[in-house]
Every structure is written in C-alpha cells, then in structure tokens.
C-alpha cells in the first residue's frame, strides 16, 4: 500500500484544519492524478496528514450518468475508503457525464467523510464533442472514448479530457484540486456551517 505525505509542503497562506489533526486520509481510488490531487490539498490544509490511496468500488457504473449518479459514486468511493483503512477521513472523487437533449457535459464531484459529516463540491463543467457525447449515449467510457479519438494513453490518469478539450490551459489533477478544496470548506470553517446541508439541485 501507497503512503503519501506532505508535510514538507506545509500550510503557509492556508487556514488549516481546526481541531485535531486528521491523521490518516483514505483515498477510494489507485489513479495517481486524484492521489496527487489529495496530497495537494491536505499538504496545505493538514501536512501531518498521511494520504493512502485504496482501491475500492464506486457502487455506480463506470460511466456515471447525471449529477445524483456522480455523487453517489464520490461518496460511496469515500466512505468505502475509508472502511477499508481505518481512516479517520475519506475522499472520494467521482467523474461524470451529464446528457441533455442538446448535448452533453463533462464534470466531476468530490466528496468527503469527516468526523463532522459528509461534505461534497461539484466541479465547473466542459462541454463535450458531439462525436463523444454520442458514444457515451450508446453506453461507452468517456476516458477510452477520449483515448481512441485523440491518440492519448489512459486520459484518465493524465491530462485527461478536460485537458485535451481546453489545449491544457485546464488539466485533470487540478481541477479535481479544486473541486476537492471547494468541498473542504465546511470542515475548515465548521463555525459556519451546520450538519444535513445539501448542494443545490443534488
């Protein structure tokens, strides 16, 4: 098993985390582009926090289909890491497509499992290339979809769709880096929010 620190990253120019430092971090995904997404945020909000990535089942399809279809996959990917490791903490980051009659859309969510709740973000989104969304409609993967019209190997794992669709002025890990930070907020200001709060239109 993957053990990842960033301690040496510190917090400068940070909040940090309030409270108890979070000691172990589950990751529910081996893909090396959303561990390193992790590391980055809990370097800058916890650098004493040990990130382990874990493969674990999302509970949806491969192809997530639509807002509540992503988000039950980063949460289930969350919680399930954090079962299987025994970690204080579990984050979960669930890629998704969402079809419309006009098109379809590339986005993601990520959810996290603190000792104060479950707490997700939703990332910005990309519109998608008629020839991809069709596939996707007929039931493929976005990642090998991307893989065999561009000539990239495993999108997944590096640039990924978002990258080659914006020329890499936007690439995977940091928009899964923001989308993960967006979804940090309640736990590094808890003061401000309470429990039981739901994203719009999940």
């Known amino acids: 098993m993957i053990e990842r620190k960033r301690a040496e990253s510190g917090g400068a120019g940070h909040a940090g985390l309030p409270g108890a430092a979070p000691g172990v971090v589950a990751v529910g995904s081996v893909n090396p582009t959303k561990v390193n ?3 980055q ?5 916890a650098p004493d926090a ?5 493969a674990v089942a999302s509970g949806v399809p491969e192809q997530p289909l639509g807002w509540a279809e ?3 996959g980063a949460v289930n990917r969350a919680e399930a890491a954090r079962l299987a490791l025994g970690g204080a903490w579990g984050v979960g980051l669930e890629g998704g497509v969402v079809l419309t009659q006009d098109g379809g859309w590339l986005m993601g969510v990520a959810a996290v499992v603190a000792p104060s709740g479950c707490w997700r973000a939703r990332s910005g989104t990309v519109l998608l290339p008629p020839v991809v969304v069709e596939r996707v409609r007929a039931g493929e993967e976005l990642g090998p979809v991307v893989d065999d019209l561009t000539g990239l190997q495993e999108a997944k ?3 990924g769709a978002i990258g080659w669709l914006t020329g890499g002025l936007v690439l995977r890990e940091a928009s899964w880096v923001d989308t993960l930070a967006r979804a940090m907020a309640p736990v590094v200001h808890p003061e401000w929010y309470r429990a039981g709060i739901s994203p719009p239109n999940a």
């Open 157 to 159: 794992t590096g640039m």
């Open 50 to 54: 040990a990130v382990r990535p874990v």
């Open 37 to 39: 997404a992790v590391v």
């Open 70 to 72: 992503t988000t039950r």
């Open 41 to 45: 945020v809990f370097a800058a909000l």
